[in-house]
């Protein structure tokens, strides 16, 4: 039996067990029945450390399971064909690989853990077991790719629904593709599109949902800018029902693609509107105040040469 199985059994026989007691019993120091607690953090058991009386299991970790998410969908669109993964690299990857090869509109595919999670801009996207939600929605738009862009500002007005239904906790979204929960990064959006042989059409577009969702630990270089649903708001919430509230509130939004109805509450849950934010374009920074999102979702700026239109690229809340 190894440390964390021992510990394991420790903590799943009740109640709060001393910290001296496990270093006794697991034959290890104190500090490390700490980092052990935090290895099973990380593997989704929710542990409750007691001030100066020991560790307490709250819950052991929440299972991606199809059914369960079935149990929860409401409409008869999104998340119909499901496809659920212990480990993917990417759930974009296969998205993409699945849409190539003539998935479905609406076709989900959903990983407990990536390895090769990926962000924008180049970025990886921390994707533990058990914590999170790592969700890719297949669309067929019939749009030009421009309009797709719109796709995210759609997918994080759902998936800011979905969060506030499950937790009853305050989502903003930081244009265009972040949530952000007590001012840290709660959730990251990647959409990645295939032009079709007719030319200026999208013949599918793959929108990649990561959503930090119970207790854990993260990296040093992303404690100070990501946190999780379960870190602000001491709730746990079911990661099958929320990936099915996501899928719901899709649905419902997708028929609103052409009017963009949903941008005005882009609008009203922005945390950059109103301020001055460092524009990050390409290798380029600069300041601006954002004043608007645009009929477009494109976040409008004032710098000192006058007003334009952010089509992408990121803001930074810091100056
Ligand atoms: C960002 O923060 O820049 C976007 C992060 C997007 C992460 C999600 S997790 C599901 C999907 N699969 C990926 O590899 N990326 C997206």
């Known amino acids: 039996m190894t440390v964390r199985e021992k510990a394991l059994e420790l903590l799943a026989a009740g109640g709060t067990v001393e910290g001296a007691k496990l270093a006794r019993e697991l034959g290890v120091s104190r500090n490390a029945v700490w980092k052990v607690m935090n290895s099973l953090r990380q593997s989704g058991y929710e542990i409750e450390a007691v001030t100066n009386r020991g560790y307490r299991l709250v819950s052991p970790p929440d299972r991606l399971n199809a059914a369960e998410i079935r149990r929860w969908l409401t409409g008869p669109g999104a998340g119909r064909e499901l496809e659920i993964h212990d480990l993917l690299d990417s759930t974009n990857n296969r998205a993409k690989a699945l849409a190539a090869a003539g998935a479905a509109h609406g076709t989900a595919v959903i990983a407990d853990s990536q390895s090769g999670g990926k962000g924008r801009l180049g970025r990886s996207f921390f994707s533990p077991e058990h914590a999170g939600i790592y969700l890719t929605v297949i669309l067929r738009p019939d ?177």
Do not use: H
């Open 143 to 319: 749009c030009a790719p421009d309009r797709a862009g719109l796709l995210t500002s759609l997918a994080a007005v759902a998936a800011a629904r979905a969060v506030e239904k499950v937790s009853g906790a305050d989502v903003k979204i930081k244009w265009v593709n972040d949530l952000y929960l007590n001012g840290k990064k709660i959730c990251g959006i990647l959409t990645e599109g295939g032009l079709g042989l007719e030319a200026g059409r999208l013949e599918y577009a793959v929108v990649g949902i990561g959503i930090n969702v119970n207790r854990m630990e993260f990296p040093t270089e992303l404690r100070e800018i990501a946190t999780s649903v379960g870190n602000e708001t001491g709730t746990s919430p079911d990661r099958n029902r929320l990936i099915a509230e996501i899928l719901n509130e899709l649905d419902g939004l997708y028929g609103d693609l052409e009017t963009g109805v949903f941008l005005e509450e882009s609008r009203r849950r922005s945390n950059v509107i109103g301020r001055e934010v460092t524009v990050i374009e390409g290798g380029r920074k600069y300041p601006a105040k954002a004043v608007d999102i645009d009929g477009q979702g494109r976040l409008v700026i004032e710098t000192e040469e006058g007003r334009t239109c952010l089509n992408y690229g990121e803001v930074s809340l810091k100056l």
